[in-house]
């Protein structure tokens, strides 16, 4: 069946670090990439979404390229801050007939000044 | 905009009881699915509604089921409580006119709940 495998952390960077959160999948056919961003305290957000091979999805200063060759759509961000703790979730939807959002298991990240 | 809201947020069960959450989506929306989170098994889709019907459904036993109604407002039960029910349950809501998941879902603070 359809899977999503991230990086589970946990990981602790220093503010204005790079910051890559791997993900790969495992589906039939092509599905969509999302990645949703839960903050301390608040519901799941949309960080950003992806759903073609090539397009790359931004958001707040994150981006990820959906590489369907890799089957992988790693999230990235150049400088990270304070704000950006928070667990990261990426997921898919496979195309077409009985659909299911599937996400990984989920990382957090804490950002410290 | 009001968001998503769930009621209620904390809830405490034994084995073999009955619950039913309640999920209240964005105005205007009319898809709502249904999501537990643990910290063993992640965030697993449970199903999801649309107009009134069950439109897709993830791998969760029958004694987990729902309904919506014509208010879009979406209720969630479980039967026969076991241990493993404890979780955190999300409720989102999208549009829905799609007819896909692939829309933006937006998330409520979800309902714990734990089973004695």
């Known amino acids: 069946g359809n899977s999503v495998t991230q990086m589970e952390g946990p990981v602790t960077l220093s503010e204005e670090a790079f910051l890559t959160i791997n993900c790969t999948y495992t589906?039939?056919?092509?599905?969509?990439l999302f990645w949703y961003v839960q903050y301390p305290g608040e519901g799941l957000q949309l960080l950003l979404k992806?759903?073609?091979?090539?397009d790359k999805g931004s958001n707040k200063g994150f981006e990820a390229t959906y590489r369907k060759e890799t089957t992988s759509f790693h999230l990235e961000k150049g400088s990270v801050q304070v704000s950006d703790s928070a667990v990261y979730f990426c997921?898919?939807?496979?195309?077409?007939?009985?659909?299911?959002?599937?996400f990984g298991k989920g990382m957090k990240l804490t950002v410290n000044p | 905009k009001a968001g998503v809201t769930q009621t209620p947020r904390y809830l405490i069960k034994t084995r073999g009881q009955q619950v039913t959450l309640s999920c209240s989506p964005i105005?205007?929306?009319?898809?709502v699915s249904w999501y537990q989170q643990t910290p063993g098994q992640g965030l697993q889709f449970l199903f999801e509604?649309?107009?009134?019907?069950?439109?897709n459904k993830g791998n969760f036993p029958g004694r987990f089921s729902g309904r919506q109604f014509s208010n879009s407002r979406s209720e969630m039960n479980v039967s026969t409580l076991e241990l493993g029910d404890s979780a955190l349950y999300l409720c989102?809501?999208?549009?829905?006119?799609?007819?896909?998941?692939?829309?933006?879902?937006?998330f409520g603070p979800g309902t714990r709940l734990l089973v004695l």
């Open positions: 509604y649309f107009s009134e019907t069950q439109r």
């Open positions: 989102a809501s999208s549009k829905g006119t799609s007819g896909s998941l692939q829309e933006t879902q937006y």
């Open positions: 992806a759903t073609k091979a090539d």
């Open positions: 105005s205007g929306h009319r898809s």
């Open positions: 997921a898919l939807v496979q195309q077409g007939g009985s659909e299911k959002l599937v």
């Open positions: 589906a039939t056919g092509y599905p969509s």
